[in-house]
Every structure is written in structure tokens, then in C-alpha cells.
């Protein structure tokens, strides 16, 4: 299993769709506040179906505090402002992949505090980025796919 945070997510359908991939993958979701939206939200229910029950789903007021409470956890960063790309990594079972919200990504502090740790999705030149739950999708496989999909086959 993985764990898959997403701070400070702004659209509920993408943390819909991205909880609907935990589910199916038993990954944990973590969220970490604030939310640029409820919790209750219709779009973000109807996105994630009826997956929700099957979610491990965990809340953080801070990136700060999700790290404090994981002290040896491997956390990976995904931004476009890194070099390293996510496939030239090689993930383990417990490992954090961390996403920022869709309008400006992860925090500079965040990312400086965790540089050695900074991974891109390679794509064209003078593109802004993937949509979140398309990126996180494919992180979320490519770290299975290392470990051979050991717990989803």
C-alpha cells in the first residue's frame, strides 16, 4: 500500500476521482487542510461513487503535522519546478506521494524542505501541468508497477 496527499486541494472532483483510485488500489488518502471545498460536497460524493466506504481517508491540518506523525515515512514530491522524473525513482510500500492543489502546486517551503525528494511528470515544454487526478493516477500505478502490482492482483 501507498499513501497519496494531496494539500490543500481546491476541486472536489479531482480529490473525488483521486479517492476512487485509492480505493481501488488500497492506497491511504491523505488531506490536508483546508480543503478548498466540504467534505459533503455533491461533486466530490458523486466522483469518488460508491467507493467511499472503502477509503482509508485521513486528515492533517498541516504538511508539517503529517510528517511529524510519519517520522520514517519516504515522502515524494511532485512539481514541475523538479529535475528528477517520478519513473527514475524506485517506490516502497509506504510511501508518501504528495500532490499539491491545482492552481499553484506545492508550497516552495514544502519543496525545499524535501528537495532531494522533488519528482516531475516529464511533458512538452511550455505546458503548465497534468490535471491532478490524472497525475496522481499515474504515479499511483508506476509505484505498483515496481513492486510487481504485488497486492492488487
Known amino acids: 500500500m501507498f499513501n497519496v496527499v494531496l494539500v490543500e486541494p481546491e476541486i472536489p472532483q479531482n480529490t473525488g476521482n483521486i479517492s476512487r483510485t485509492c480505493a481501488v488500489t488500497g492506497c491511504a488518502l491523505h488531506l490536508v487542510r483546508p480543503l478548498g471545498f466540504s467534505v459533503d ?27 511529524s506523525n510519519n517520522p520514517n515515512g519516504r515522502f515524494f514530491l511532485f512539481t514541475t519546478h523538479a529535475e528528477k522524473s517520478y519513473a527514475d525513482v524506485n517506490y516502497i510500500e509506504g510511501d508518501f506521494l504528495v500532490f499539491g492543489k491545482e492552481t499553484t502546486g506545492l508550497g516552495q517551503t514544502i519543496i525545499e524542505s524535501h528537495k532531494e525528494f522533488a ?14 487526478s490524472n497525475a496522481a493516477a499515474l504515479v499511483v500505478y508506476e509505484a505498483f508497477r515496481q513492486n510487481d502490482f504485488k497486492t492488487l492482483i
Open 119 to 132: 519528482l516531475r511528470i516529464p511533458m512538452l515544454f511550455g505546458m503548465r501541468s497534468l490535471n491532478l
Open 41 to 67: 460536497d455533491k461533486h466530490l460524493k458523486r466522483a469518488g461513487l460508491d467507493y467511499w466506504s472503502s477509503l482509508k481517508l485521513f486528515y492533517h491540518d498541516s504538511f508539517d503535522e503529517l510528517v
